[in-house]
């Protein structure tokens, strides 16, 4: 099928805001990182085309096709976790990218679309007002967030369950489950606390009280505060950061992306960002609400609540308003596997879409 053709078939509502949202993420990246080193936006360039071809490819098969082999997905996704666990790269004392040479594998960022697409298949088949269903579901989550969280990354480990933990109500389960499911993780809190790695318990201490330890734990957000306040309404402009370009900002490129925003382009950036992801996923929700199909309901809202969760999750701890988790902003972040992730949700969603068409097409000509 010519390109051409692929694009008129595309729901411009959903890829506009992703591609749009990845081009400030391009202009980000390459205003604080291109004159120290060049290499991070021009792979950035290459992940984007790559996350552009898999959504063009993954969005023309058909996704009751996809669906069918979700649980062989998730298999593979557990074997990489597996892996990336014995034979993982280790950055900064975490072992979650296989190293491939020209690029690196996460395989965490991948397992977020094949969980939900699991999910989305188990709950068709099976009611999730069921004890046994509501059990069998959140085991299935807790086999790739266990090995998840041994690498050690508590942020996506806890986006996994939130995301699960979304779907099920979603999906129509015994709200009793959930409440008792809220009160023993609540009981539960002493031992998830011991867990915790030491870099961890500090994140979540200091953010009850950042002035605690604002040369260590709470550095990271102590600085992404203060290049919020540094840019105001239009920014300080781009290249002109002095957080990032002077690197008192960590991780400017990635987790604290958007704070590097905040201080180029000011409130007006952020408020721009903000817009984009408020369609997005607001096209999201009401493409969910317009299907009648069980599995493409559960997996459409579930896209939605991941897409806007790490948003959220993101946004708030560059605020200081959540601990430091680890977690990138959605479709801006420089990062291929989170960039991969995100379009391999549109793309499932765009499969989806076509679905309907073609079955509307179907009944007109007959």
């Not at 996809?66 to 014995?86: D, E, G, V």
């Not at 952020?270 to 559960?298: D, G, N, P, W």
């Not at 991969?340 to 949700?345: D, G, H, T």
Request: overall charge positive; hydrophobic content about 55%.
């Amino acid at each position: 099928m010519p390109i051409a053709k692929l694009f008129i078939k595309i729901d411009l509502l959903i890829f506009i805001p992703a591609i749009l949202l990845s081009c400030f993420g391009l202009l980000i990246i390459y205003s604080v990182s291109f004159e120290s080193d060049p290499s991070f936006f021009y792979r950035q360039v290459f992940y984007l085309i790559f996350s552009i071809g898999l959504f063009l490819l993954v969005s023309q098969i058909s996704f009751k096709t996809i669906i069918q082999f979700s649980f062989i997905l998730y298999s593979l996704i557990i074997l990489l976790l597996i892996i990336t666990n014995f034979f993982g790269s280790e950055v900064q004392g975490s072992v979650r990218w296989l190293d491939f040479g020209l690029v690196k594998l996460q395989a965490s960022e991948l397992a977020k679309p094949v969980v939900v697409l699991a999910l989305s298949l188990f709950f068709a088949k099976h009611p999730a007002k069921k004890l046994k269903n509501f059990l069998i579901s959140a085991i299935l989550v807790v086999i790739p967030a266990v090995l998840i969280l041994r690498q050690p990354d508590f942020g996506n480990f806890f986006i996994l369950f939130l995301i699960w933990f979304f779907i099920v109500f979603v999906a129509g389960t015994n709200i009793i489950y959930l409440v008792s499911l809220v009160l023993i993780s609540a009981v539960s809190f002493p031992l998830l606390w011991n867990l915790l790695a030491s870099y961890q318990k500090a994140r979540v201490t200091t953010f009850f009280n950042p002035n605690f330890d604002p040369q260590g734990a709470s550095y990271n957000v102590v600085q992404a505060i203060i290049a919020f306040g540094s840019g105001q309404l239009i920014g300080r402009g781009l290249g002109r950061g002095t957080q990032s370009h002077l690197n008192f900002l960590p991780a400017e490129r990635t987790d604290f992306i958007f704070a590097s925003t905040g201080e180029e382009l000011g409130f007006l950036g952020i408020s721009i960002i903000l817009l984009l992801f408020v369609f997005l996923v607001y096209r999201l929700v009401k493409l969910a609400q317009s299907t009648t199909q069980i599995e493409e309901s559960i997996f459409i809202f579930g896209s939605a609540f991941a897409i806007f969760l790490q948003f959220f999750i993101n946004t708030a701890v560059n605020m200081g308003i959540l601990p430091a988790t680890g977690i990138t902003l959605p479709f801006v972040s420089f990062g291929g596997s989170s960039l991969a992730s995100m379009f391999l949700f549109l793309a499932l969603v765009q499969s989806i879409i076509n679905q309907k068409k073609e079955k509307a097409d179907a009944v007109l000509t007959s």
